[in-house]
């Protein structure tokens, strides 16, 4: 490896990123080493920029909200990244927000999936969706264009929106839960392709543009992290879906639908050589952090348990290599 650089480099999931960014400040305040550079680049991105090689021109940490894939660990291989460590750092909920000067929306998961899928059943075949206002889905809900701002396909939220939500919703269709036994390439097709004709919006990875624009669009929905409803309390609130509201509680308690679990992912090959690796992932995962009562809760982590938390620390300490079920 070449002349190593004297501070860790982070990219990845903008929703890990405020936790990140906040343990990065402390571990520069608080230690001899050098403030931790947090990018923020989405899930997928980041996670391609991780596994593009060992080296210092590569980074060393990758934020991610949700699990590595398979074909990511391969990816990863494939450029010599044969021993990924990963920390799981605890749970978020996603939330379908709107400006609080709207009334707050009541919606079930097939209802978010027929306003959002790409094709939906009627009479016994699949049409394009035609869907163009909230009430044409369901007369008790209010006849105001669809329109939801959310992230792009390099988002780990996008990833896990589509996998919990609109999958959730798809699947109450029998017709359609019925082909995940017999094809399962067109199940995942019908229940995860989102729509394209305006309904949807890509807003970007900012998470924080999303909210700014739900509170000068109070008709529009937006699709980000729990963290992010936490911070911006004031201005948006969380949807109730499926009778559940989204809170602290019954997003670690599994009571909220759309709910999923965060990471970090470490080049093992990196440790001991860019300084400081293994004493920022003991700072991470440190009580004071990421624990139940941990400034990071501050920020909307929902904490991991202490005996799982302290698990997780200890399996990446010992710098214990992930290995993917098949």
Request: hydrophobic residues 45%.
């Amino acid at each position: 490896m070449a002349e190593a650089r004297d501070e860790i480099r982070v990219v990845g999931s903008s929703t890990v990123f405020p936790f990140s960014t906040a343990v990065a400040e402390e571990f520069g305040q608080t230690t001899d080493y050098k403030t931790p550079v947090i990018e923020a680049t989405g899930t997928g991105g980041g996670l391609k920029l991780f596994c593009a090689g060992v080296g210092v021109s590569h980074p060393d940490i990758a934020n991610a909200s949700r699990r590595i894939k398979a074909s990511e660990v391969r990816n990863c291989a494939k450029n010599g990244v044969l021993e990924i460590i990963e920390v799981k750092i605890g749970f978020d909920g996603i939330i379908l927000a709107n400006s609080k000067a709207a009334p707050m929306a009541q919606l079930t998961l097939r209802q978010i999936w027929l306003a959002l899928a790409k094709q939906v059943p009627a009479a016994g075949q699949m049409i394009d969706n035609p869907y163009q206002s909230w009430a044409d889905i369901d007369a008790n809900l209010p006849a105001v264009r669809i329109e939801v701002l959310g992230p792009p396909p390099t988002s780990g939220t996008r990833d896990a929106f589509v996998e919990l939500a609109m999958e959730g919703g798809c699947k109450t269709f029998a017709e359609i839960k019925a082909l995940k036994k017999s094809d399962k390439a067109a199940y995942k097709a019908a229940c995860h392709a989102i729509r394209e004709d305006g309904a949807y919006v890509e807003a970007g990875e900012n998470d924080n543009l999303i909210v700014q624009k739900l509170v000068t669009n109070p008709k529009a929905l937006g699709i980000f992290g729990f963290s992010f409803l936490e911070q911006n309390r004031d201005r948006i609130q969380g949807s109730i879906i499926d009778g559940v509201v989204p809170e602290f509680d019954t997003i670690s308690g599994g009571a909220y639908p759309v709910s999923r679990s965060m990471y970090f992912y470490v080049k093992s090959a990196h440790t001991g050589v860019i300084p400081g690796i293994e004493e920022f992932i003991a700072a991470f995962m440190d009580e004071e952090a990421s624990g139940t009562y941990g400034y990071l809760t501050d920020k909307g982590l929902i904490p991991l348990s202490d005996a799982e938390r302290e698990a997780v620390l200890a399996a990446a300490l010992a710098l214990t290599p992930l290995i993917l079920p098949n």
